[in-house]
């Protein structure tokens, strides 16, 4: 699009994103929280709105959302309530849906992320607590209807709209992710359905203080999904308001495969929610003490725990975002760490090594200690890299200690230099072309002599002494 | 010696213990009454054919026959509301209370007859068929619980559970010359009450004497985890200190509910009572509570809010009533709801989604909790001078079946006195006084504060007891 007719218009962007709690139980009953089961075999009279029956809120989802509430710089509310929002849908059994509409658990909280301009504060207006819906396949003309996620816990949250572009909306997701991860509260999955996302997005020329007309955006299922979204919806407004036309508030599907917005409904046939008070349901008390409690129990969250890898390890930003993207890598990498004498290398083996094992194996490493030990081995020189990475494969499942495998399985590093003069001074009599090529300039030859005795030390041999050796004796 | 149906539910259980007779007796004895009055009564929608007497115990309520209203739910029993939409409806569970009952060796001979989804003074808006007045078959027993009283005043039970949201224990029972408790909110779970109004429903329970109903409270009031707003209570023996007489109780009589229009007789009969209670030691003066005007209009929006939306889970998709047609989703949420319900059903529901539409949700929703909330102190107010307070239990008796009012805000009228205890989630207990001219039964209404159900007992009795004969 014309970049003076972008720069007129400023975007404003508003999130709401429900993420599923991973309790091991539904909120209101006591079935299993599953993911890919059989259909409707999670499944019981409360879930399925049974006549008679009743909700009893599960402590754990409340425990989840009360900590993430406080991760987000939220108020945790003292007193909240559950309200009734009614609709009729077959994915919903009871004909509505028990969530926090008048009185949510938290509110006025904040996430900063990184921008071009530097840190920036996004606001969140709230967080609460609602259930789930089922779900609808629809397969050859007929509608199935699955209850096995009707009642999961949901927490929702919906920010300021304090976001102009969609460079920040993702930064600000990818923020949210990863605090939620860190809180051990989601597993946050869009791609499974366990963290949602809809946008908010308005146009202003740039300047004013009014909002511009609201559209919604659903049916994103991946950042870069989302990020094509906001890119799209921001043109097609601005167009509008370039052609001096009205934008008109509705919701909009995002389509995958055109990238575009399609409507969906407009406002006028936006539905009455008719919200009460949920009467099967009192008043959700939490007392200081148990806030406090909660709070004391927050782990180290993405801004400090990168702030811990750049300064005290080192790390560049970078390395330090890519070290911190799965917190179970990452409390492992804390536990090696300690042990280690060099948490540089042990970073820069897992960043070199480590994710690319993470990702064939599918699995994570078994003990951490040995991670510790293998980085021992490369910054003392017992060990070079190559062979390091090969012993990190090795005993990545297997609890046998590192330095023991490497031992018995001749990988450590030799830096006798007695004893390499020998092996170098046999490799330069072995090859006389590889000689006479380097004397007459080929530095890939001296390659090549290294080669040799790099195999026949099955690479073990140091190879900085290696080049020193050959460099004198070939003078 | 008296038949095994009129002994009470203290006689049964001391002649099981003495051995005069057993439970298989005395359950065949009221089969036996069933199936020679029913036909004509009507109480029951459904008698239970797999009735199995458990081995002898000594568990209070074993081997005692009952009835419970068919909007709870009764494991494997057909549950129907008496309605259409869950005329063939199976349950897979139980209520928490009839799970008790049965543990307890309790005998359950069948379910009765109701109004529809509990939403009627008469019963006759039940779906399935008529109730009539056991005292005068030409009348209706009243409603919602009808069925239950109706079960109980004819000797076809020992004691019934009914339902009571607005006055449906507490009116049917006066109607019929039985004596019936509407516990404090929250006393007894509600786990498997087919939800009508969560914040007002209650279970109660109808007996024919005072000792019969504190007896059987006893056993069904516990702390369920399944119901999130049961009480957090001890059990309690009521029967405990119910012949300690009401000498020393403060006595308020509710004089607004004797100048709104209730028939004569009903207000002659409160004054007598009034006048009764005093010449056994109580003190008993008026008391003016004029917020209690406004409770029919709140109780008329809250329970209408709210079962607009507790029956919104009646779709035909999961289980009830489903029409054959196999069409699109709204035509079969149309046909689902349109057969399915009975017409004050969809009275009730359409005016419930108006009540809480945007347009109307701060008029009428959030005034009708202000005026709950100003009943709510206005008995606060009374209970700190009175122990008691004394009512009409409606303004009329018993009507003529066939001829309840054509005005859907004058029939809610009719439940004037008793909805102000729902509204104020507090106890109430009618207890049989006199009767008309014409030989309906009038009972008298009790209130007291939450949880003293044991005062309602105590002032119960002690009417009962001089009034003994007249009810034989």
């Known amino acids: 699009m014309n970049e003076n007719i972008k720069n007129k218009y400023e975007c404003v962007i508003g999130l709401e994103i429900h993420a599923e709690l991973k309790t091991k139980t539904k909120i209101f009953c006591r079935c299993k929280t599953v993911f890919g089961a059989s259909p409707n075999t999670s499944v019981c009279p409360v879930c399925m709105g049974f006549p008679g029956t009743l909700p009893v809120l599960n402590e754990k989802a409340v425990e989840y959302a009360a900590k993430a509430s406080i991760a987000l710089g939220c108020t945790v509310n003292k007193a909240s309530r559950f309200d009734r929002k009614n609709y009729f849908y077959p994915d919903l059994p009871k004909g509505y849906q028990i969530t926090q509409f008048f009185h949510p658990i938290a509110q006025n909280g904040f996430l900063t992320i990184e921008t071009e301009n530097g840190e920036k504060r996004i606001g969140i207006t709230r967080l609460h607590m609602e259930e789930d819906a089922g779900k609808l396949i629809h397969e050859n003309g007929i509608t199935k209807a699955d209850f096995n996620r009707c009642g999961v816990p949901l927490i929702e949250i919906v920010t300021e709209p304090d976001m102009r572009n969609a460079d920040e909306a993702v930064q600000f997701l990818k923020k949210l992710r990863l605090t939620l991860l860190y809180m051990g509260v989601s597993d946050c999955k869009m791609n499974e359905g366990s963290m949602r996302c809809d946008v908010n997005l308005s146009v202003r020329k740039k300047g004013d203080t009014g909002f511009g007309e609201k559209v919604e955006i659903k049916n994103i299922n991946s950042f870069q999904f989302a990020h094509k979204a906001m890119e799209y919806e921001f043109a097609r407004q601005t167009t509008i308001l370039e052609n001096n036309g009205k934008v008109e508030q509705e919701t909009r599907r995002f389509d995958e495969k055109t990238g575009t917005t399609i409507s969906m409904r407009k406002k006028e046939d936006a539905a009455d929610y008719r919200y009460f008070p949920e009467p099967d349901l009192g008043v959700l008390s939490l007392t200081e003490e148990y806030i406090l409690q909660l709070k004391n129990q927050i782990p180290m969250l993405p801004d400090e725990r990168k702030r811990l890898y750049t300064k005290t390890y080192a790390l560049s930003e970078d390395d330090a975002e890519t070290l911190m993207s799965e917190p179970e890598f990452a409390y492992i990498f804390d536990t090696a760490a300690e042990l280690s004498e060099s948490p540089k290398t042990l970073a820069n083996l897992i960043l070199s090594e480590g994710f690319k094992l993470r990702k064939e194996k599918n699995t994570l490493p078994k003990l951490a200690e040995n991670l510790a030990v293998i980085s021992n081995l490369l910054a003392s020189g017992e060990i070079g890299s190559t062979n390091a990475k090969k012993v990190l494969s090795a005993i990545w499942d297997s609890t046998q200690n590192a330095e023991d495998y490497a031992k018995s399985n001749n990988l450590l590093q030799i830096n006798d230099r007695s004893l390499l003069l020998g092996i170098v001074k046999n490799a330069i009599e072995n090859s006389p072309k590889s000689v006479s090529d380097y004397k007459s300039g080929k530095q890939a030859a001296f390659k090549a002599l290294v080669g040799k005795v790099m195999a026949e030390t099955k690479g073990c041999a140091n190879a900085e002494i290696v080049t020193q050796l050959l460099v004198e004796l070939l003078k | 010696m008296k038949e095994l149906i009129h002994l009470s539910v203290k006689e049964l259980c001391d002649g099981y213990k003495n051995k005069e007779f057993s439970p298989i007796e005395a359950t065949n004895a009221y089969l036996d009454e069933i199936h020679r009055r029913d036909s004509e009564i009507g109480a029951y929608i459904t008698v239970n054919e797999n009735i199995c007497v458990k081995e002898l115990s000594a568990n209070a309520l074993f081997g005692i026959p009952y009835s419970v209203k068919d909007n709870i739910l009764t494991k494997d029993i057909r549950t129907t509301c008496a309605s259409k939409m869950l005329e063939d409806f199976v349950p897979p569970y139980s209520a928490s209370v009839c799970e008790k009952l049965e543990n307890i060796g309790a005998v359950l001979l069948g379910k009765t007859n109701m109004d529809e989804f509990a939403m009627g003074s008469t019963t006759e808006n039940s779906a399935i068929k008529v109730t009539k007045n056991p005292v005068n078959i030409s009348y209706s027993p009243g409603g919602s619980s009808g069925g239950s009283a109706a079960s ?252 309840s009012s054509g005005n859907a805000v004058e029939r809610f009228r009719s439940d004037r006195y008793t909805c102000c205890a729902n509204l104020a989630y507090l106890p109430s207990m009618s207890v049989p006084f006199t009767k008309t001219e014409s030989g309906l039964p009038v009972g008298i209404l009790m209130t007291a504060p939450k949880f003293c159900e044991d005062t309602l007992f105590r002032a119960s009795f002690a009417l009962e007891c001089e009034k003994r004969g007249e009810f034989a």
Not at chain 2, 184 to 203: E, H, K, M, N
Request: one cysteine or more; glycine letters at 8%; proline letters at 3%.
């Open chain 2, 152 to 403: 109980v005043a004819s000797f076809e039970a020992a004691f019934s559970l009914g339902s009571d949201t607005g006055g449906s224990v507490c009116q049917p029972a006066s109607f019929c010359g039985v004596v019936s408790i509407k516990p404090t909110y929250g006393l007894v779970s509600r786990f498997g009450l087919v939800g009508f109004a969560p914040s007002l429903d209650q279970i109660g329970v109808i007996t024919r004497n005072v000792y019969d109903s504190a007896l059987v409270l006893s056993e069904i009031v516990f702390h369920d985890r399944k119901d999130s707003t049961s009480a957090n209570v001890e059990c309690k023996d009521y029967t405990l200190g119910i012949e300690s007489g009401v000498s020393g109780l403060k006595v308020g009589v509710i004089s607004d509910f004797l100048s709104d229009g209730a028939d004569e007789e009903i207000i002659t009969a409160v004054k007598n009572a009034a006048l009764l209670l005093e010449k056994l030691g109580a003190d008993v003066e008026e008391v003016s509570m004029p917020v209690l005007k406004h409770a029919t209009a709140s109780y008329i929006v809250l329970s209408s809010s709210e079962a607009y939306s507790t029956l919104s889970r009646y779709d035909g998709i999961r289980y009830g009533y489903s029409p054959s047609e196999e069409e699109n989703l709204d035509a079969l949420y149309t046909l689902t709801r349109s057969r399915g319900f009975g017409a004050e059903v969809k009275r009730r529901l359409l005016s419930g989604s108006v009540f809480l539409s945007q347009e109307c949700f701060e008029k009428y929703y959030r005034k009708a909790e202000k005026a709950r909330f100003a009943i709510i102190q206005s008995y606060a107010k009374a209970f700190e001078k009175y122990d008691l307070l004394l009512s009409p239990v409606s303004p009329t008796a018993a009507g003529k079946l066939g001829t």
